[in-house]
């Protein structure tokens, strides 16, 4: 190994442990492979992007010079693969938690390891994903699975005045997880555990009231059963079940006498929400067509600790056909759902959604392709007051319905022979969306947009352009937009080291009638690789980008604000690889 190479090693290794926004990851490494006369072999890269900006725009602050450094080292011992990246940035950044993180996944056949930060997925009722510092295992012996973890899945952060951080003080949240499965030829049977629990004495400062954050305590169990039958049919049902707690300084230690043979089972207390929840579907599929019927029950107040969002107390049922016609060149499919919230009858309003889509699809396989999708979602809420009971206010009620549609289009075109490929295309888009309250508009607004497009590419020569126009309009209440405008490209490869792309742009938008202004964009960027005289020195290359843009102003005003403005950005970058 020569010593160029070598200092270059030492630099990516230092970087990786000293850069304070890091991310050190590893990939799963097959032990099964290894093989003591692989010997050790080193690969890599390094990338150093520098950014230079100036412009008179009182909106846009950036720094003049910024730069970002990004390295990638990968060590092969004996057929181990171990990989590690950093990046390091000038630029002013903060986070809840430092960006440090390692993870190592080394696997043995149907063994796999989850060391350092890592994030596992049991089900969205339990495990759902949640990042965690700590251990997990996978075992996938034949059929079977079987996967545990425990660790930290959040930290403990502290109340900070001078930094602000009402929003990121956290207490240390722990956890650990289980789960086993089994499936044969399309069938499987999985049962996933999860608890969690935040430590109130991880938080030695107090805290202004108006961050409303106790420590929790959750337990969740989820059973899930898939099932084919009949050649085409099939069945999935999961049901959970969730133990919350939302503040367990208020346990008393007294056990709640309870016929629930899960809370005598946990030791149900006061404080303790037992919640459930289930989804189910039943479904038929073959070669042509096929039909799904969905329904889902989420009962208020469920969540896990294992997943980052969670939407509760809801129940929608689902109907989803789908056809091929013509051996797959044409496909339809659709659904349309009716979902519901207040499951209770504790909550103030109810809320009923009625969701449709579908979607047609078009490919001859060579010349023609066409794409058509349409949605459409209404809601409508009652809200129900408590009155005083010796009057009411018939203003007090309110019928409130949301509607909201859209639709979007695309054909493309490709025609020419092999040296000279051209393409014709063009796409759109429709959205709208109004309420109503008491059969009365309380808003209203459409979106239209559109783009159409020609680009040729010559092959003999490396080099191609296109041309596109553009138009999007918007209608909203007391606000009418039109924003349209041509644009060109042209790229070239230059004996294969050298490429370049130049693309302009120019739109002018009106708004209620009136001209407001015109933007102009021009962008210029190259990329050069170096050839190589030795391996043994790497692979280099370097990319230059400049961008210029240049608002003008309503020229009938003739206030600051509305003069001209523009923004001049230049990137340099150099890339060596390994």
């Known amino acids: 190994m020569n010593n160029k190479k070598t200092w270059l090693i030492i630099a990516l290794w230092w970087g990786c442990l000293a850069s304070l926004t890091a991310q050190v990851t590893s990939t799963s490494q097959q032990l099964d492979g290894l093989n003591f006369k692989k010997g050790l ?37 004996w057929g181990i693969s171990a990989p590690f990246s950093f990046s390091y940035s000038n630029t002013n950044k903060s986070y809840t938690q430092p960006f440090n993180r390692f993870k190592l996944a080394p696997s043995y056949k149907w063994v796999r390891l ?20 700590g251990a997990g295992v996978e075992l996938t012996p034949g059929k079977w699975y079987i996967g545990a973890m425990y660790g930290r899945l959040l930290k403990a952060i502290e109340y900070d005045p001078a930094a602000s951080n009402l929003h990121s003080i956290s207490y240390r949240r722990t956890g650990y997880a289980a789960k086993v499965g089994y499936s044969d030829k399309g069938d499987a049977y999985e049962a996933s555990f999860f608890t969690g629990k935040d430590h109130p004495g991880s938080l030695q400062y107090s805290f202004p009231d108006e961050v409303y954050l106790h420590p929790k305590q959750n337990t969740a169990i989820s059973m899930n059963v ?38 005598r089972m946990l030791g149900e207390q006061t404080s303790d929400k037992f919640v459930d929840a289930i989804n189910a579907s039943l479904g038929y599929q073959n070669q042509v067509w096929g039909l799904a019927f969905r329904y889902e029950r989420v009962a208020p107040n469920y969540e896990t600790l294992g997943g980052y969002y969670f939407t509760n107390d809801l129940e929608n049922f689902t109907l989803a056909p789908n056809v091929r016609l013509f051996k797959g060149k044409i496909s339809l499919a659709g659904n349309i759902g009716l979902e519901y919230n207040n499951l209770n009858d504790k909550l103030a309003n109810n809320t009923q959604r009625i969701v449709g889509s579908g979607s047609i699809n078009y490919t001859s396989g060579k ?7 349409y949605s459409n979602f209404s809601s409508y ?51 709208n969306g109004n309420s109503q309250a008491n059969d009365r508009r309380t808003s209203f607004n459409e979106y239209l947009s559109g783009t159409l497009s020609f680009s040729e590419q010559i092959q003999p020569w490396a080099s191609g352009w296109s041309a596109y126009i553009s138009a999007n309009a918007c209608n909203a209440d007391n606000f009418d937009s039109f924003f349209w405008g041509p644009g060109i490209s042209v790229n070239k490869i230059f004996r294969k080291s050298l490429s370049a792309n130049l693309s302009c742009s120019y739109n002018e938008n009106t708004t209620d009638g009136v001209r407001s202004g015109s933007l102009l964009n021009t962008s210029l960027s190259m990329s ?32 600051n604000r509305n003069r001209s403005k523009y923004e001049f950005l230049t990137s340099l970058t150099y890339r060596v690889s390994f």
């Open 114 to 133: 989850h060391l350092g930060s890592s994030s596992m997925n049991f089900s969205k009722y339990t495990l759902a994903g949640h990042q965690f510092d």
């Open 226 to 263: 898939k099932k084919s039958f009949l050649k085409y049919f099939y069945a999935q049902a999961e049901y959970a079940f969730s133990v919350y707690n939302s503040e367990i300084r208020n346990r008393d230690g007294e056990k709640v006498k309870t016929s629930n043979l899960l809370g």
């Open 528 to 559: 050069y690789q170096v050839k190589a005289i030795n391996e043994k020195f790497g692979r280099h290359g370097f990319s230059l980008s400049v961008n210029y843009t240049n608002h003008f102003g309503d020229t009938q005003s003739q206030s």
């Open 381 to 431: 809420t009652r809200i129900n007051p408590n009155n005083y009971p010796f009057y009411t206010d018939e203003l007090d009620s309110l019928n409130f319905y949301q509607v909201s549609q859209s639709f979007d289009a695309n054909v493309s075109y490709t025609f020419g022979k092999e040296a000279i490929v051209n393409m014709l295309s063009v796409n759109g888009s429709f959205q």
């Open 367 to 373: 010349a023609w392709n066409a794409g058509f999708n």
């Open 41 to 77: 072999k080193v690969g890599g890269g390094l990338s150093f992007a520098n950014t230079f900006y100036k412009g008179n725009s009182e909106f846009i602050h950036r720094d003049p010079y910024a730069f970002y450094l990004n390295g990638n080292l990968d060590i092969n011992l």
